[in-house]
Every structure is written in structure tokens, then in C-alpha cells.
T-cell receptor, first 112, second 113 residues
Framework: NAGVTQTPKFQVLKTGQSMTLQCAQD?????MSWYRQDPGMGLRLIHY???????DQGEVPNGYNVSRSTTEDFPLRLLSAAPSQTSVYFC???????????FGSGTRLTVV | SQQGEEDPQALSIQEGENATMNCSYK?????LQWYRQNSGRGLVHLIL?????REKHSGRLRVTLDTSKKSSSLLITASRAADTASYFC?????????????FGDGTTLTVKP
């Protein structure tokens, strides 16, 4: 039981490049979410999903896309990276019965 | 804007002392959660309190919730150096999707040996 697995752990992108941050969970959780955390701040919700095939926007969705084709996977796509997207990205999942998140270890992204 | 706001932003205490941190929020909620984040790591869920509960305990943690004041407190008793971390509250707003948990900016706790 690995929990929530995020890859890669570190990534440097050039402005304008695109990439996909991977997230997978093996706990059969219905809910999955992507957050970003900027230095010294809390987490801001980018996108979330309540089940396979269902996604919705959070507080800061611009510049990001998601899809949820399976219960296990919830990738986050950066369409055209900008320096303002330099941040630490966390994927998290939770079940309907137990409403506390299990977090991945994060992806530290730098856009130059 | 953030739903939850923690107070204080930073707290420094000696080992063995109690640590209290507070969270205020703006709208009605279904539940409130507390998380811990060690430096550079992901968040770890500590405890969840539902809107119809007033107090909850888990080991050395005690959480209270006052929905009339839209506030919660987290008390860590007999603190240890290993409790040094940032602590965040998160809320699931009332009558909205539970996937939309909103986090505050956190309290940074330092416990000196």
C-alpha cells in the first residue's frame, strides 16, 4: 500500500514548455485534488475530482488541465509554463467515509 | 482568498510546554481538519472535527470547534522537539463538494529541547 505517489519529485522547465505531473493512489479513494504551495503560504486548490470522469476547477485553475480516466490516476498538465507557476505541487486523495486527505510527497517545480 | 486563517503565524516554546494555535474561517462548514507539515514534506492529517462536534481528542491533541465564532483551536500537550512543524487547518464548506477543502496559511511551531 504505497498511498499517494507523485512523480517527478523535482523538475525545472523553461518558460513556454509543457509537462505533466503524475499522481497515483492505491487506496480506492473517490476524491483527488491538486494543490500548490508557495513559500511561507498555505495550499491553494488548483483542480479536484470526485470520481473517475468528473473534474472541476478550484481557486487557481488557470494554466492547468486535469483528467481522471481511472480512480487511481489524476495527472496535472501545465500547458505553457510561466515563472509564476514556480511552486511545490501536492496531490492528495480522500474517501467519502474518512474526509481527511492523504498527501503525496510533492513535486518541486521551477520555471525559468 | 483563504477560508482559514491560523493564529499565531509562528510559535516558539520549550519542550514539555503546551502549544495552542487557532484557526478562524469565514463561511459555514461541514467539518474542519488539522494537518501537520514537516519541512519540505507533504501534509499529514491529524484530526477532523465535524460541525456538530465541539471537542475532540487524539493522543496529545485536543481540538475544539466553536461554530458561532467560526473558530477552532488545536492544543498540543506536553510538546516534544519532534512536534516542530507547520500546522494547517482546512475546512470543507457547508453544502459544497468535499473535494474543495480550503487551507489556511499555517502556524509554524518550534519546540526547543
Amino acid at each position: 500500500n504505497a498511498g499517494v505517489t507523485q512523480t517527478p519529485k523535482f523538475q525545472v522547465l523553461k518558460t513556454g514548455q509543457s509537462m505533466t505531473l503524475q499522481c497515483a493512489q492505491d487506496m480506492n479513494h473517490e476524491y483527488m485534488s491538486w494543490y500548490r504551495q508557495d513559500p511561507g503560504m498555505g495550499l491553494r486548490l488548483i483542480h479536484y475530482s470526485v470520481g473517475a470522469g468528473i473534474t472541476d476547477q478550484g481557486e487557481v485553475p488557470n494554466g492547468y488541465n486535469v483528467s481522471r480516466s481511472t480512480t487511481e490516476d489524476f495527472p496535472l498538465r501545465l500547458l505553457s509554463a510561466a515563472p509564476s507557476q514556480t511552486s511545490v505541487y501536492f496531490c492528495a486523495s480522500k474517501s467519502r467515509q474518512r474526509l481527511g486527505y492523504t498527501f503525496g510527497s510533492g513535486t518541486r517545480l521551477t520555471v525559468v | 482568498s483563504q477560508q482559514g486563517e491560523e493564529d499565531p503565524q509562528a510559535l516558539s516554546i520549550q519542550e514539555g510546554e503546551n502549544a495552542t494555535m487557532n484557526c478562524s474561517y469565514k463561511t459555514s462548514i461541514n467539518n474542519l481538519q488539522w494537518y501537520r507539515q514537516n519541512s519540505g514534506r507533504g501534509l499529514v492529517h491529524l484530526i477532523l472535527i465535524r460541525s456538530n462536534e465541539r471537542e475532540k481528542h487524539s493522543g496529545r491533541l485536543r481540538v475544539t470547534l466553536d461554530t458561532s465564532k467560526k473558530s477552532s483551536s488545536l492544543l498540543i500537550t506536553a510538546s516534544r522537539a519532534a512536534d516542530t512543524a507547520s500546522y494547517f487547518c482546512a475546512t470543507d464548506p457547508y453544502n459544497t463538494n468535499a473535494g474543495k477543502s480550503t487551507f489556511g496559511d499555517g502556524t509554524t511551531l518550534t519546540v526547543k529541547p
